[in-house]
């Protein structure tokens, strides 16, 4: 099966700077990359997704990059605030069919 | 709204009882899912679900059973708990084209 990896497993960055999250995964299959974030608390909510098809995908001040011959692909937050913190999980699926998560990013936005 | 939602949110239980974890939804979604989730490991799939006459073993099933007994509800039992099932289980529901997984608010289930 697929295996997922995730690193850092804690962040911590200064309001204003950037924080990068990268992943790894097994299966060469796979074509579907969501991005999780869950507050303290909270039920995971998807906050950007990229397919195979695509390299890079921005949504205002998040962005993921893929790099399919790398098996890699990493989540990037600018202008961080503290309304980021939280713990950010990365998954990958093959046809939206199952979902493999990785261990999971605790990032902290210090004001 | 449409949404997921679980049933107990906290239960504690004792080494061998039957637990049933249920989850409904009205986003008529399709698809269905169970995870747990356990600190530094993530979320784990138990078993899903992409219409009521299907079922599928995750990563994790050995000692969970399911039932999906309509579109909108999918149960997670554990037929005889253990203290390392003692974790917050998530359900979600999914559907093409969109694929966003929908999760519910979980149930946190401690196994004395």
Known sequence: GENVEQHPSTLSVQEGDSAVIKCTYSDSASNYFPWYKQELGKRPQLIIDIRSNVGEKKDQRIAVTLNKTAKHFSLHITETQPEDSAVYFCAASYNFNKFYFGSGTKLNVKP | ?112
């Open chain 2, 1 to 112: 709204d449409a949404d997921v939602t679980q049933t107990p949110r906290n239960r504690i239980t004792k080494t061998g009882k039957r637990i049933m974890l249920e989850c409904s939804q009205t986003k008529g979604h399709d698809r269905m899912y169970w995870y747990r989730q356990d600190p530094g490991l993530g979320l784990r799939l138990i078993y899903y679900s992409f219409d009521v006459k299907d079922i599928n073993k995750g990563e994790i099933s050995d000692g969970y059973s399911v039932s999906r007994q309509a579109q909108a509800k999918f149960s997670l039992s554990l037929e005889s708990a253990i203290p390392n099932q003692t974790a917050l289980y998530f359900c979600a529901t999914s559907d093409p084209p969109a694929n966003e997984q929908f999760f519910g608010p979980g149930t946190r289930l401690t196994v004395l």
